[in-house]
């Protein structure tokens, strides 16, 4: 049911912006304020940090079906797949996706991901594209841990 993703630059892609981030010509204060992008951006960041896991957001419409969709995102998306993590939110579907590569598949249980997903549209149903994705990537964290070279 999940798959996961790799800690460099993470890439909050939406519909318009497409898989890569980029400053020239993007319009993404049309989706999210640069507040929101910057709230985002640290919570991607810390998730991975905290991981060794490499967490990437999509947001936008995903061709159907969503599932296949997602996990062709997430093979693209960066360079060791087996240890990342795709979050596809497709508000206009009413769906989201998380896609786990097998490393952080055995660290993040599908239970674990369903719990998160959980979390992620109770936010969004009261409106809170943002907090919702901020509070699944705290949950999704707090499950993988700290990598094994990181424990004591």
């Known amino acids: 049911m999940t798959r996961a993703l790799e800690v460099d630059s993470h890439d909050t892609a939406t519909a318009t912006t497409g898989a890569a981030r980029t400053d020239e010509g993007s319009r993404l204060d049309e989706v999210f304020s640069y507040k929101e992008l910057a709230r985002l951006d640290e919570a991607l960041t810390m998730s991975s940090r905290e991981t060794g896991l490499r967490f990437t957001l999509y947001v936008g419409e995903l061709r159907t079906p969503t599932r296949t969709a997602a996990e062709e995102l997430h093979a693209r998306s960066g360079v060791h797949p087996s240890d990342s993590v795709l979050i596809a939110v497709s508000p206009g579907q009413r769906v989201v996706e998380v896609v786990t590569g097998a490393g952080a598949g055995r660290r993040l249980p ?6 998160a997903v959980l979390s992620m549209t109770s936010s969004f149903a009261n409106g ?9 990537l705290r949950q999704l964290s707090d499950q993988a841990g700290h990598p094994a070279s990181l424990r004591h």
Do not use: I
Request: a negative charge.
């Open 128 to 136: 809170d594209l943002v907090g919702g994705v901020v509070n699944g």
């Open 110 to 115: 599908d239970r674990a991901c369903a719990l």
